[in-house]
């Protein structure tokens, strides 16, 4: 099979950018698409084709799978890339993109299926012998959730069996909470989700999220390119993530990248994704989610392995295997990225839109910047917060953290509020300098 | 009779969550600091309430729209 000669990049922003980027370095063309909001974008201008696919709203345009299918149509472009976010872990969209015939830069739908719906994604965890935390079948009555709790014992956490990427958990205490708790759990489930079905786990102490990025090809292989520690979140979301996870034991390391394969060897699973996994203090390490695409901080690992990740993305999807195996894969030095949000931290993390009237980007060795702003462009509200990400690669951890101190200097950004004051402070602490941090930390400095 | 404004700019909703019905319907008598729409900006949602009692008029937007900082979003005719 030869490879797709035309890329839909059917994303926006600094992944649209990276993923043009690949598609060049490869030889192959890219389309872009552009809602009002981001007629004259980077992306656009860097695409040999771009197409209008409707209003600003998402729903009106990034989430159009037709208008995006119409694209892909009339610009002839024989595969699609769906970035995160967006239609990336939608498995309908998987699916139309196959009968349209396309090739879906990403894995099966099936694949996709098995692991969006979290209750079906435990399971099938623990089917490969992927160790789970604790936790209950999914539960419709009060009875049956209290039932559940008292065996897992307090503190439990209520998830929505159709979230993901942090959304739709509640933590409960006592079996009093459960009762106010699970009524709106699933309400909001529904409506945020299109299903209330919920179940129990029980909250781990202070754990670190620690994932493990994978590719798998056609031909059987699937290796894992290291772990990265993404426990510095905010309402769990990430906003600082680094490779490899510090202080983690060798023997824990080895054992956690082996369990993700297992389980993408399970599901045949294919292309890029990415196995979360929540540690304790003792190192004890449990699947949490699988993200089923190429994830935001996906350059810490490139930078730690030399892999372009998303070039290995355009060739499993051509059907060629994976460019090096396990064994030729050699971790090197650290990596730290940052995500600069257009937020104002001294202002309860207010979503700040507007134009970016200053834009002075670091450089320097072992410092990368994926954006998809330039200078004059206007944060749409319509989109998520994102304005840049900062990765800085050293050595050792300590060389990676002192060149962010140093590109956090050097980053200029005026016209909208952003977390470069918080980053400054955080690659300074020297809590996190000296050590691993839990997922709860974050907050508690902040409070 | 006075107009309600958004203070942010970002995406109009009259409802909670598609499935939903609207906070409030046309005709409709809201208390001071009830919640008539939502805004979602960078995919946080902002309440937009009554800045008084009143009886709601006329949305000038329609769910899903986009609005600007300071555009009217409904009409409130005071008691």
Redesign the interface.
């Known amino acids: 099979m030869t490879g797709p000669g035309r890329v839909l990049v059917a994303n926006r922003g600094e992944i649209a950018v990276r993923i043009i980027r690949a598609c060049h370095a490869a030889g192959v063309e890219a389309v872009a698409v552009y809602s009002d909001a981001d007629k004259n974008s980077r992306w656009v201008q860097l695409a040999e084709h771009a197409v209008h696919i409707g ?3 998402a ?2 345009s990034y989430l159009d799978v037709d208008a995006l299918l119409e694209a892909a149509s009339s610009t002839h472009a024989d595969a699609v890339h769906p970035g995160y976010g967006f239609l990336s872990e939608n498995s309908r969209f998987a699916r139309a993109v196959q009968d349209a015939g396309l090739v879906l830069i990403g894995p099966p739908a099936s694949a996709i299926e098995l692991m969006g719906d979290k209750a079906t994604a435990r399971a099938t965890a623990q089917a490969a012998g992927v160790p789970v935390v604790p936790g209950s079948a999914p539960v419709t009555d009060l009875a049956a959730a209290q039932a559940a709790a008292d065996e897992l014992g307090y503190p439990v956490l209520v998830k929505a069996a159709a979230g993901g990427g942090g959304r739709g958990i509640r933590p409960v205490s006592s079996a009093a909470e459960l009762a106010d708790v699970l009524p709106a759990a699933q309400a909001e489930a ?3 989700f299109g299903d209330g079905t919920s179940y129990l786990e029980r909250a781990l102490p202070r754990p670190r999220h620690i994932e493990v990025q994978l590719l798998a090809d056609d031909h059987g292989n699937v290796v894992h390119l290291f772990e990265r520690d993404c426990s510095v979140q905010r309402r769990r979301q990430k906003l600082l993530e680094e490779a490899p996870a510090p202080g983690l034991h060798e023997e824990t390391r080895q054992r956690i990248g082996e369990a993700a394969v297992r389980l993408a060897r399970h599901v045949g699973y294919r292309n890029a994704g990415t196995v979360e996994f929540l540690v304790d203090e003792d190192q004890c390490f449990y699947f949490m989610e699988m993200n089923t695409r190429i994830q935001v901080e996906h350059p810490v690992s490139e930078a730690i392995s030399g892999v372009d990740l998303v070039a290995e993305q355009l060739r499993i999807a051509a059907g060629k295997p994976i460019s090096f195996t396990q064994d030729e894969l050699v971790r090197t030095g650290a990596a730290i990225e940052l995500r600069i949000n ?2 104002d931290p001294d202002n309860g993390f207010a ?1 700040s ?1 507007g134009e970016v009237t200053a834009f002075d980007l670091p450089g320097g060795p072992g410092v990368r910047v994926d954006t998809g702003l330039a200078r004059g462009d206007r944060i749409s ?5 994102m304005i840049a990400k900062l990765i800085c690669w050293g050595a050792d951890r300590d060389q990676a953290y002192s060149r962010a101190e140093q590109a956090l200097r050097e980053f200029r950004i005026e016209g909208v509020a952003n977390t470069i004051p918080l980053h400054s402070r955080l690659v300074g602490n020297d809590k996190l300098r000296s050590g691993p941090v839990h997922t709860t930390w974050l907050e508690e400095q902040l409070e | 009779m006075s107009t309600v404004n958004a203070t ?4 109009f909703y009259r409802r ?5 019905d609207p906070f409030v319907e046309e005709g409709a008598v809201v208390q001071q600091g009830q919640t008539i729409a939502l805004i ?5 949602f902002s309440e937009i309430k009554a800045e008084q009692a009143g009886t709601i008029g006329r949305f000038l937007l329609e769910e ?1 729209d ?1 609005v600007e900082a300071g555009q009217g979003v409904v009409e409130v005719v005071s008691p």
């Not at chain 1, 509200?381 to 917060?385: A, H, I, T």
């Not at chain 2, 909670?16 to 939903?20: G, H, L, N, V």
């Open positions: 209003a600003s709203p729903s009106k529904r409506s945020a257009a937020e979503p839109p509200p319509f989109y998520d917060s | 942010l700019p970002g995406v909670p969550s598609p499935e939903q979602e900006v960078m995919k946080t899903g986009e």
